[in-house]
Nanobody
Framework: VQLQASGGGFVQPGGSLRLSCKVI????????MGWYRQAPGKERELVAS???????IYEDSVKGRFTISRDNVWRYLYLQMNSLRVEDAAVYYC?????????WGQGTLVTVSS
């Protein structure tokens, strides 16, 4: 399985980014998926997840600002991030929400700074 995250970049506080993750080598539609992030010196954390029936769950700090979605046909996971804050800066990864994780991909770096 390969997880190819992209879409990160540099934005100012209040800006937006849309992250994408292409999932290769597995039956994507049967897995609950999530977006994780890891900031320097901190542990990786789950910030948003989506089940196979598109039920979504968000970590409190991103509720109302981030939206997770999935495209089961093209095997993509997305994260729309609005109203970005300095504390959202991290490397973002996609993976299963639970169970045995797929090998972690390289992630995509999000930098939020004025």
């Amino acid at each position: 399985v390969q997880l190819q995250a992209s879409g990160g970049g540099f934005v100012q506080p209040g800006g937006s980014l849309r992250l994408s993750c292409k999932v290769i080598g597995t039956n994507f539609r049967i897995h609950a998926m999530g977006w994780y992030r890891q900031a320097p010196g901190k542990e990786r954390e789950l910030v948003a997840s989506i089940t196979t029936d598109h039920t979504t769950i968000y970590e409190d700090s991103v509720k109302g600002r981030f939206t997770i979605s999935r495209d089961n046909v093209w095997r993509y996971l997305y994260l729309q991030m609005n109203s970005l804050r300095v504390e959202d800066a991290a490397v973002y990864y996609c993976n299963r929400r639970e169970g045995n994780m797929f090998p972690w991909g390289q992630g995509t770096l999000v930098t939020v700074s004025s």
